[in-house]
Nanobody, 120 residues
C-alpha cells in the first residue's frame, strides 16, 4: 500500500517561500510510468493542480503557477518537494501530494493534506 505524507510549515508570512515535502512509503517515486503531483484546495474552492515530477525526473507545471513553483526530488529519501515563492494570502489552502499514472489525469494515492496559512 502506497502512502504519502506531506510536511511543512503551517504558517508562512507573506512574500516568503513555502516549502513542502512529500514522503512516500510502500512504493518508490522512481516506479515506472508514475508521476508525483502537488495539488491544493483553497477554502471554499475546488482542487487546483500545481506541479509534478515524473518517475524519471521530468517536471511539468500549471501555466498559472509556472513562475512561482518548482519541484525537486530526493530518490534516496523517497521524497519530493514543492517550493512556492512570493506567497500571498491567496495561497492559503490545504496542500496535497498525490500519485498519478503517466498519460492520465487521475490520482490513485493521496496524502492526507496539510493546511498552510499565509499571514503575518
Amino acid at each position: 500500500q502506497v502512502q504519502l505524507q506531506e510536511s511543512g510549515p503551517g504558517l508562512v508570512p507573506p512574500s516568503q517561500t513555502l516549502s513542502l515535502t512529500c514522503t512516500v512509503s510502500g512504493g518508490s517515486i522512481t516506479t515506472s510510468m508514475t508521476y508525483w503531483s502537488w495539488i491544493r484546495q483553497p477554502p471554499g474552492k475546488g482542487l487546483e493542480w500545481m506541479r509534478a515530477i515524473t518517475y524519471s525526473g521530468y517536471t511539468f507545471y500549471s501555466p498559472s503557477l509556472k513562475s512561482r513553483t518548482s519541484v525537486s526530488r530526493d530518490t534516496a529519501k523517497n521524497q519530493f518537494t514543492l517550493q512556492l515563492t512570493s506567497v500571498t494570502p491567496e495561497d492559503t489552502a490545504v496542500y496535497y501530494c498525490a500519485r498519478g499514472a503517466v498519460g492520465t489525469d487521475e490520482f490513485d494515492y493521496w496524502g492526507q493534506g496539510t493546511q498552510v496559512t499565509v499571514s503575518s
